[in-house]
């Protein structure tokens, strides 16, 4: 089941306190529960997969052909529809829903979300340029990216080049988000630390690709505290 993700929506910033005394920046995350909406088949598309839909829609939003494909599955319209490639399609039915339970024995998670856009911003904004000169003959161009071009060959502005521009609003992800804690009943993601995007803002969340071998915040406060026991025996 942790080959599949959900999708949340951001909900905002808190912070979490231990026994040890140390507060923890956290980022809570409302998550929707997953439904199946058809299993793709081998035999018909060359590959096993599992349709996933989240969130809700309202029917007038729809296309003629997605009603007739809702209606089809008898299932209520779903506002996002995402393809998984599983490796074993007998575990899942149609009409199943899964939430925040496929995330039990997780640590670290892999986040997707879109950044907040900021607009048109400059080249030391938006690239970290030093700018150039703040004196001695330049003139009213402190800000500027300096040249971009050549002279004759090639002569031309190659594609790609940091310039100013749109920066922001785009998707990004982060891997290896440790789960603080999870909130079954209301269906609350705890995620260590802070994650693209401002408030409102749709996560997609998957069980993370690497395999990571480094503590949590939890073993990390365990640990400390048997070390500090172990020389009280010594002494003894």
Same mark, same amino acid.
């Not at 149609?94 to 939430?99: A, C, K, P």
């Not at 040249?147 to 594609?159: A, E, H, I, L, M």
């Not at 603080?180 to 995007?197: F, H, Q, R, T």
């Given at each position: 089941?942790?080959?599949?993700?959900?999708?949340? @929506?951001?909900?905002?910033?808190?912070?979490?306190?231990?026994?040890?005394?140390?507060?923890?920046?956290?980022?809570?995350?409302?998550?929707?529960?997953?439904?199946?909406?058809?299993? #793709?088949?081998?035999?018909?598309?060359?590959?096993?997969?599992?349709?996933?839909?989240?969130?809700?829609?309202?029917?007038?939003?729809?296309?003629?052909?997605?009603?007739?494909?809702? /209606?089809?599955?008898?299932?209520?319209?779903?506002?996002?529809?995402?393809?998984?490639?599983?490796?074993?399609? &007998?575990?899942?039915?149609?009409?199943? &829903?899964?939430?925040?339970?496929?995330?039990? &024995?997780?640590?670290?998670?892999?986040?997707?979300?879109? *950044?907040?856009?900021?607009?048109?911003?400059? /080249?030391?904004?938006?690239?970290?340029?030093?700018?150039?000169?703040?004196?001695?003959?330049?003139?009213?161009?402190?800000? /500027?990216?300096?040249? *971009?071009?050549?002279?004759?060959?090639?002569?031309?502005?190659?594609?790609?080049?940091?310039?100013?521009?749109?920066?922001?609003?785009?998707?990004?992800? #982060?891997?290896?988000?440790?789960?603080?804690?999870?909130?079954?009943?209301?269906?609350?993601?705890?995620?260590?630390? /802070? #994650?693209?995007?401002?408030?409102?803002? &749709?996560?997609?969340? @998957?069980?993370?690709? %690497?395999?990571?071998?480094?503590?949590? #915040?939890?073993?990390?406060?365990?640990?400390?505290?048997?070390? %500090?026991?172990?020389?009280?025996?010594?002494?003894?």
């Amino acid at each position: 089941m942790t080959e599949l993700a959900l999708i949340g @929506k951001k909900i905002g910033m808190t912070r979490e306190f231990y026994k040890s005394g140390q507060s923890i920046p956290v980022t809570v995350v409302k998550m929707d529960k997953a439904r199946v909406i058809q299993i #793709i088949l081998k035999d018909k598309r060359g590959y096993d997969a599992v349709l996933l839909g989240y969130g809700k829609i309202k029917n007038s939003r729809l296309s003629k052909s997605m009603k007739g494909f809702y /209606s089809k599955k008898n299932t209520e319209p779903k506002k996002i529809l995402k393809e998984f490639r599983v490796t074993n399609t &007998e575990n899942f039915k149609e009409g199943n &829903e899964f939430g925040l339970e496929i995330f039990k &024995e997780v640590k670290f998670v892999d986040i997707k979300s879109k *950044t907040i856009g900021k607009g048109f911003a400059g /080249s030391m904004k938006r690239h970290n340029f030093s700018g150039l000169r703040a004196t001695h003959g330049v003139s009213v161009s402190h800000r /500027s990216h300096g040249s *971009t071009g050549q002279r004759q060959d090639p002569g031309k502005v190659f594609k790609g080049k940091k310039m100013a521009g749109h920066m922001g609003d785009k998707i990004r992800t #982060i891997q290896n988000i440790e789960i603080v804690k999870s909130d079954l009943e209301n269906n609350l993601l705890y995620l260590k630390g /802070s #994650i693209p995007g401002s408030k409102n803002t &749709e996560v997609l969340i @998957k069980k993370s690709a %690497k395999n990571i071998k480094k503590l949590t #915040i939890t073993e990390k406060i365990e640990a400390a505290e048997k070390a %500090k026991k172990i020389p009280e025996k010594k002494k003894k």
